[in-house]
């Protein structure tokens, strides 16, 4: 295991892209010496009132993770934003955070850590919202009004202590949805505050809300 | 906007080869009337505008109901309700199929009604209840796919042991007829709802498939116990085609809107039904989901009408003409080819292969990819297609010659198979006999055999279905045993 007290030297990156074209990431980011990253699915919110009118609010989306080192995570994200032309509306975007530590992959252990650098632009917060299902709409809109500009929702399961867990023979875990939202430093406590108002977060087994700091960011538009 | 173009885009090319396809034919080995082809290629055009609306319909309509009624019917974690849920469900959507009334009308004027069509649609309709009721018992009390497939398919056997030749023939279409287009996306949902409740992540992912194919099981066994009751009914007389009185292009299409939107609406109705109840229930669904559902609906409801009148009238016809054409011809290779590409090009435009396979890319995270399913089934199917062609070529094959090796086969692989694949591929037999297949490759087959001497032009038809909706099952397991293969990590 390797570990960093102060300065984390390893990043999470989340590249958002439509549907099908997560493959593409990881073959890009291979080509920086990323050794593989992990796709899921998603979907993204649409603005677009035409289509909000007839019903149709969501596009499926791929979000893929990538662990690597401050160093490679910077120059992949920067391969990716080339390739992938993140600064052109709807192709995406791409936002790395910080983390501690890293077990499991051979490659990042061995190679060597640069010194991280002094003066990065931390710009953004990654907003997690995790609620039950058929909840996540609720939150996208509370972030909305606050002044975020969509989310992306991933299905998902897990179970709190308030939750029942046996239905005929098999066990359940309730399903749950996971809102991820990119939002300006300065916004980002607005946003929390109307969703904890909003979705009644402070009541037991309502869901839970946290928040990252982004290092770099690309394809958010504002 | 984009979202539009790129299902369109997706739709197009979905119906580009058949289209291609049929007009090659046209230059090469049968000429068309030009009266035939502009029917044909409006049809084909309303069909990839009707598909577009249709899958748009059912993603944001059909499928979130389906999953709303499967966490409901488990979450009242009461198993009289679970199994009335399944019998009422299963019962109402199959007698709601127009598929199934078309096969049942066929078999009482065959059978110069001494069958009644009302019978066979009850029997499939009764035994689809009950068999869908059974495979919501399996999923809630974690009971394997391969066992219980293993003995629906041994009473299977034991009746069409009994059975006579023709009946074995219709029971199995019945199967392919009672999952239409509606109804499949309806019930993928449903057990997607359900088993998404469950804890182990593994098979909540395998026991999102194979609620279709138990429910089929039903008919088959339904419409075998008939056929068991009326002794000696001997099927052979000769058909009658209905054809449309109308001389110009447009009354063609025109001709068919009542009725098509007719069946729409009931076969529709069971699913509103269940809108309506779940409105009903104690959690309520938001103002935003009953807006989004309701838009669903009506999408569905329109898109369907639009991509039935594109196929009935623009798709029927041309597919008899170039199926009689070919069989003239007096090469029976060239029949078979004929049939293994037109099978290869329609199950591309099947609307519920559209769901199935986006429903396996969501429930496996994009792991299976939709193009590797869809090729898989769409050669399976046009194995199918071919064989049947073979049978009306070639007096003396009989149907069984190819069921019963081939469920042999099926019940085998799926003990060796992945489970998620196993689901998958008997899931897929109800839902490669879609509107497509049923029409156009059913109308080629049909207008080959009346070319064909001593082919019977409807019972060689019948039996056609029940082969395209076994060899996907085959073809989509084989799949799995190589997917098994494929991703044992290498170099570790």
């Given at each position: 295991m390797t570990?960093?007290?102060?300065?984390?030297?390893?990043?999470?990156?989340?590249?958002?892209v439509n549907?099908?074209r997560?493959s593409?990431?990881?073959?890009?980011?291979?080509?920086?010496?990323?050794?593989?990253?992990?796709?899921?699915?998603?979907r993204?919110?649409?603005?677009?009132?035409?289509?909000?009118?007839f019903?149709?609010?969501?596009?499926?989306?791929?979000?893929v993770?990538?662990?690597?080192?401050?160093?490679?995570?910077?120059?992949?994200?920067?391969a990716?934003n080339?390739?992938?032309?993140?600064e052109?509306?709807?192709?995406?975007?791409?936002?790395?955070?910080?983390?501690?530590?890293?077990?499991?992959?051979s490659?990042?252990?061995?190679?060597?850590?640069?010194e991280?650098?002094?003066?990065?632009?931390?710009?953004?917060?990654?907003?997690?919202?995790?609620?039950?299902k058929?909840?996540a709409?609720k939150v996208?809109?509370?972030?909305?009004?606050e002044?975020?500009k969509g989310?992306?929702?991933?299905n998902?399961?897990?179970?709190?202590?308030?939750?029942?867990?046996?239905?005929?023979?098999?066990?359940?875990?309730?399903?749950?949805?996971?809102?991820?939202?990119v939002?300006?430093?300065?916004?980002?406590?607005?946003?929390?505050?109307?969703?904890?108002?909003d979705?009644?977060?402070?009541?037991?087994?309502k869901?839970?809300?946290?928040?990252?700091t982004?290092?770099?960011?690309?394809g958010?538009?504002? | 906007m984009?979202?539009?173009?790129?299902?369109?885009?997706?739709?197009?090319?979905a119906?580009?080869p058949?289209?291609?396809?049929v007009?090659?034919?046209n230059f090469?080995?049968?000429?068309?009337?030009?009266?035939?082809?502009?029917r044909f290629?409006?049809g084909?055009?309303?069909?990839?505008?009707?598909?577009?609306?249709?899958?748009?319909?059912?993603n944001?309509g059909?499928?979130p109901?389906?999953?709303?009624?499967?966490?409901?019917?488990?979450?009242?974690?009461k198993?009289?309700?679970?199994?009335?849920?399944?019998?009422?469900?299963?019962?109402?959507?199959?007698?709601?199929?127009?598929?199934?009334?078309?096969?049942?009308?066929?078999?009482?004027?065959?059978?110069?009604a001494?069958?009644?069509?009302g019978?066979i649609?009850?029997?499939?309709?009764?035994?689809?209840a009950?068999?869908?009721?059974?495979g919501?018992?399996?999923?809630v009390?974690?009971?394997?796919?391969?066992?219980i497939?293993?003995v629906?398919?041994?009473?299977?056997?034991?009746?069409?042991?009994f059975?006579?030749?023709?009946?074995l023939?219709?029971?199995?279409?019945?199967?392919?007829?009672?999952?239409?287009?509606?109804?499949v996306?309806?019930?993928l949902?449903?057990?997607?709802g359900?088993?998404?409740?469950?804890?182990?992540?593994k098979s909540?992912?395998?026991?999102?498939?194979?609620?279709?194919?138990?429910a089929?099981?039903g008919?088959?066994?339904?419409?075998?116990?008939?056929g068991?009751?009326?002794?000696?009914?001997a099927?052979?007389?000769?058909?009658?085609?209905?054809?449309?009185?109308?001389?110009s292009?447009?009354?063609?299409?025109?001709?068919?809107?009542?009725?098509?939107?007719?069946?729409?609406?009931?076969?529709?109705?069971?699913?509103?039904?269940?809108?309506?109840?779940?409105?009903?229930?104690?959690?309520?669904?938001?103002?935003?989901?009953?807006?989004q559902?309701?838009?669903?609906?009506?999408?569905?409801?329109?898109?369907?009408?639009?991509?039935?009148?594109?196929?009935?009238?623009?798709?029927?016809?041309?597919?008899?003409?170039i199926?009689?054409g070919?069989?003239?011809?007096d090469?029976?290779?060239l029949?078979?080819?004929?049939?293994?590409?037109?099978?290869?090009?329609?199950?591309?435009?099947?609307p519920?292969?559209?769901?199935?396979?986006?429903?396996?890319?969501?429930?496996?995270?994009?792991a299976v990819?939709?193009?590797?399913?869809?090729?898989?089934?769409?050669?399976?199917?046009?194995?199918?297609?071919a064989?049947s062609?073979?049978?009306?070529?070639?007096?003396g094959?009989?149907?069984?010659?190819?069921?019963l090796?081939?469920?042999?086969?099926s019940?085998?692989?799926?003990?060796?198979?992945?489970?998620?694949?196993?689901?998958?591929?008997?899931?897929?037999?109800?839902?490669a006999s879609?509107p497509?297949?049923?029409?156009?490759?059913?109308?080629?087959?049909?207008?080959?055999?009346?070319?064909?001497?001593?082919?019977?032009?409807?019972?060689?038809?019948?039996?056609?279905?029940?082969?395209?909706?076994?060899?996907?099952?085959?073809?989509?397991?084989?799949?799995?045993v190589?997917?098994?293969?494929?991703?044992?990590?290498?170099?570790?």
């Amino acid at each position: 295991m390797t570990t960093f007290e102060n300065q984390s030297a390893y990043r999470l990156i989340y590249v958002i892209v439509n549907f099908g074209r997560g493959s593409e990431v990881l073959r890009v980011t291979r080509e920086s010496r990323i050794s593989g990253g992990t796709i899921l699915l998603g979907r993204g919110t649409v603005r677009s009132g035409f289509l909000n009118f007839f019903a149709l609010y969501e596009l499926r989306k791929e979000i893929v993770l990538i662990v690597a080192d401050s160093v490679t995570a910077e120059k992949a994200l920067e391969a990716l934003n080339k390739e992938m032309q993140f600064e052109k509306p709807n192709h995406g975007i791409a936002f790395a955070t910080a983390i501690e530590t890293v077990d499991g992959s051979s490659e990042l252990e061995d190679s060597v850590l640069a010194e991280e650098r002094g003066d990065e632009k931390k710009m953004y917060n990654l907003i997690t919202v995790i609620v039950d299902k058929g909840r996540a709409e609720k939150v996208i809109d509370a972030a909305t009004e606050e002044g975020s500009k969509g989310g992306t929702i991933v299905n998902a399961r897990g179970s709190g202590i308030h939750e029942r867990s046996k239905l005929f023979a098999m066990e359940i875990e309730p399903e749950k949805e996971i809102v991820l939202i990119v939002a300006k430093r300065d916004k980002t406590q607005k946003i929390i505050a109307k969703i904890r108002e909003d979705l009644q977060i402070d009541d037991p087994g309502k869901g839970i809300v946290f928040t990252q700091t982004v290092n770099d960011a690309y394809g958010l538009l504002d | 906007m984009r979202l539009i173009v790129e299902k369109l885009k997706e739709v197009f090319l979905a119906v580009l080869p058949i289209a291609a396809i049929v007009l090659l034919l046209n230059f090469t080995f049968v000429s068309l009337s030009w009266f035939l082809i502009v029917r044909f290629v409006i049809g084909a055009l309303l069909i990839v505008a009707g598909l577009s609306i249709f899958l748009f319909g059912v993603n944001i309509g059909i499928s979130p109901i389906g999953n709303f009624m499967g966490t409901f019917i488990v979450k009242t974690n009461k198993i009289w309700f679970l199994i009335a849920a399944g019998l009422v469900l299963g019962f109402f959507i199959s007698i709601a199929e127009p598929a199934l009334h078309i096969l049942g009308s066929q078999v009482e004027l065959v059978s110069s009604a001494r069958v009644s069509s009302g019978s066979i649609v009850v029997a499939a309709s009764v035994g689809i209840a009950a068999f869908l009721a059974l495979g919501l018992l399996r999923i809630v009390y974690d009971v394997s796919l391969p066992k219980i497939l293993t003995v629906f398919y041994g009473i299977v056997l034991v009746f069409s042991l009994f059975s006579s030749n023709e009946f074995l023939a219709v029971s199995f279409d019945a199967s392919g007829a009672t999952t239409g287009a509606m109804t499949v996306p309806f019930i993928l949902a449903l057990s997607t709802g359900i088993s998404a409740l469950k804890k182990n992540g593994k098979s909540s992912e395998n026991d999102s498939f194979g609620l279709i194919g138990v429910a089929s099981v039903g008919a088959i066994i339904g419409v075998l116990l008939i056929g068991l009751t009326s002794t000696g009914s001997a099927l052979g007389a000769a058909p009658d085609y209905h054809t449309s009185g109308a001389t110009s292009i447009l009354g063609h299409f025109l001709d068919l809107v009542p009725s098509t939107v007719e069946e729409v609406l009931v076969s529709l109705l069971p699913i509103l039904l269940c809108f309506l109840l779940l409105q009903l229930a104690p959690f309520r669904l938001s103002r935003r989901l009953v807006k989004q559902i309701v838009f669903g609906l009506l999408f569905t409801f329109l898109g369907m009408v639009i991509l039935l009148v594109g196929v009935n009238a623009g798709f029927m016809d041309i597919g008899r003409e170039i199926g009689y054409g070919i069989a003239s011809r007096d090469s029976k290779a060239l029949l078979v080819i004929v049939g293994f590409v037109l099978g290869l090009v329609t199950i591309l435009a099947e609307p519920s292969v559209y769901v199935l396979t986006h429903q396996i890319e969501d429930v496996t995270s994009g792991a299976v990819k939709r193009r590797i399913v869809l090729f898989t089934l769409a050669a399976g199917v046009s194995l199918a297609v071919a064989f049947s062609m073979l049978r009306i070529a070639v007096a003396g094959i009989q149907l069984w010659h190819f069921l019963l090796p081939g469920y042999i086969i099926s019940i085998v692989l799926s003990f060796i198979s992945p489970r998620l694949f196993v689901g998958i591929a008997f899931d897929a037999g109800g839902v490669a006999s879609g509107p497509m297949t049923g029409t156009f490759v059913l109308a080629f087959a049909q207008g080959a055999a009346q070319a064909v001497d001593g082919a019977n032009v409807l019972l060689d038809a019948f039996g056609l279905i029940a082969l395209v909706a076994m060899t996907p099952i085959i073809a989509l397991q084989i799949l799995g045993v190589m997917y098994k293969i494929k991703t044992r990590k290498r170099g570790v």
